[in-house]
């Protein structure tokens, strides 16, 4: 069974550019959840898409959305970057119902801002 | 919302001894309980987990206790070894409206020293 799969694995952007990062999850997994880390805040929760409807949201500002297509796949995009966007951006998928399950990450998008 | 707090931030241990890492949870609707192992430059990878209804789970080396009253839970590493070296994170869950969310402690990096 394959792994959740993250695209791209690294990026380099300028402030003020947007970015679309992509998340494909385990084959039958229909939650996606997107986090941020960075050394200083750890791992902080973005958003959660479950049958193509956000279920969740952390505390982020509007410039960062996600949406989840048909076949669960998942993108989350960020505009207007800032320096302070650079971090390592992780999905991580699970079945999303009934208890909670296992949740699986992905290897991370490395998003730089310069 | 839910507070996981961890500690130590970092441990450091000679190799075959024990190692204890520790977190507490502030709701007590909180019912799924992961740790997480993330190595250098590489996704965090689930270890064990362990659910409300249960007070202890062991898997070879690795055991969680979870104490409800207390709102605390516990990973023990057994027998410690240099590949066991990481950042581990604990992690809780409350599910219902947030099933899919997981609200992480901040790390605690292991060393273990041969």
């Known amino acids: 069974k394959a792994g959740v799969t993250q695209t791209p694995r690294y990026l380099i952007k300028t402030r003020g550019q947007q970015v679309t990062l992509s998340c494909s999850p385990i084959s039958g997994h229909r939650s996606v959840s997107w986090y941020q880390q960075t050394p200083g805040q750890g791992l902080q929760f973005l958003f959660e898409y479950f049958s193509e409807t956000q279920r969740n949201k952390g505390n982020f500002p509007g410039r960062f959305s996600g949406r989840q297509f048909s076949n669960s796949r998942s993108e989350m995009n960020v505009s207007t970057l800032e320096l302070g966007d650079s971090a390592l951006y992780l999905c991580a998928s699970s079945l999303g119902t009934g208890m909670n399950t296992e949740a699986f990450f992905g290897q991370g998008t490395r998003l730089t801002v310069v | 919302g839910e507070n996981v707090e961890q500690h130590p931030s970092t441990l450091s241990v000679q190799e075959g001894d024990s190692a204890v890492i520790k977190c507490t949870y502030s709701?007590?609707?909180?019912?799924?309980f992961p740790w997480y192992k993330q190595e250098l430059g590489k996704r965090p990878q689930l270890i064990i987990d362990?659910?409300?209804?249960?007070g202890e789970k062991k898997d070879q080396r690795i055991a969680v206790t979870l104490n409800k009253t207390a709102k605390h839970f516990s990973l023990h590493i057994t027998e410690t070894q240099p590949e066991d070296s990481a950042v581990y994170f604990c992690?809780?869950?409350?599910?219902?409206?947030?099933?899919?969310?997981?609200?992480f402690g901040r790390g605690t990096q292991l060393t273990v020293w041969p």
């Open positions: 362990i659910r409300s209804n249960v």
């Open positions: 992690a809780a869950s409350i599910g219902g409206s947030t099933l899919g969310r997981l609200y």
């Open positions: 709701d007590s609707a909180s019912n799924y």
